[in-house]
């Protein structure tokens, strides 16, 4: 399991674009043919916009409560 990323932007969307950027650049640092692409990020200067996309795996189960329980499958380890 990759460790947890400390933010230093101070609003949700500057967080968003610090761990988007950290997850794509440790994508990068795995050898071309194993590497996954599961983070996207577009940047649009003339619109002064990011775009970010992430597709991850994940496991569904229902918990003893009745209620749905989604989490992301770890796929950088």
């Known amino acids: ?3 947890a990323i400390p933010t230093t ?3 949700l969307e500057g967080q ?3 761990v988007a950027n950290r997850i794509q650049n440790a994508e990068l640092a795995l050898p071309e ?4 692409n599961a ?3 577009g ?4 619109a002064n ?3 970010v996309t992430a597709t991850f795996d994940a496991t569904t189960t229902v918990n003893a409560s009745g209620q749905l329980v989604i989490e992301p ?3 950088l380890t």
């Not at 043919?33 to 996954?36: G, H, K, T």
């Not at 940047?43 to 003339?46: F, V, Y």
């Open 73 to 75: 499958v770890a796929y």
């Open 43 to 46: 940047i649009d200067r003339e």
């Open 1 to 3: 399991m990759a460790a």
């Open 9 to 11: 932007a101070t609003t």
């Open 33 to 36: 043919a194993e590497r996954p």
């Open 39 to 41: 983070v996207t990020i």
């Open 16 to 18: 968003m674009w610090e």
């Open 49 to 51: 916009t990011i775009t």
